[in-house]
């Protein structure tokens, strides 16, 4: 009994802190070869972000637009083509659609120019939230619920080992 223990906190031990680290971020999923530019395609800087930095409002020469650089339907949802965005970059946008808003993602010509000092738009603030597909409050809680698990096992051991003792004296 005590030599099963022994191997489910060992297993505990080697397999929990690697579950809690979680998954990295996919790789984009892009077919080989140069992407194509697109026939809308111009240029902007990035004044604000959204969705984890990848809803974009980009100022251009005659006006403010929008870019996705996802199809997810929510903030917490992500794909493997995923395109970030960080305020104050300057880039040559490629969309994939006809009107905006534009439609992004990493699989596109898309590529950053330059950084430029821009001020936020009223209303917005600039903030770039960058990151992977898995956001850091998410790997902190499964590295808690880790954790935990492993106090909790090593917890029970050390109580079993000490239940099954003969009594000194």
Known sequence: MLRRLRLLAATVLIAGPVLA???APAAA??????PAGSP???TGVVVATSSRG???MVRTQGSTVEVRGTSA???DEATSVDRMYEV???YEFHPTNTSP???DNSCTATRLLGRESVPALSGTTATSESGGVVTAPLTMALSAIGLVTVGAVLGLLWWRRRAS???RG
């Open 54 to 56: 990848r809803v974009a």
């Open 40 to 42: 809308h395609a111009f």
């Open 21 to 23: 680290m979680g998954a």
């Open 29 to 34: 999923s892009c077919a080989a070869g140069d």
């Open 165 to 167: 003792d003969p009594p």
């Open 73 to 75: 339907a929510g903030d």
């Open 101 to 103: 808003p534009w439609e």
């Open 88 to 90: 104050g970059r300057r």
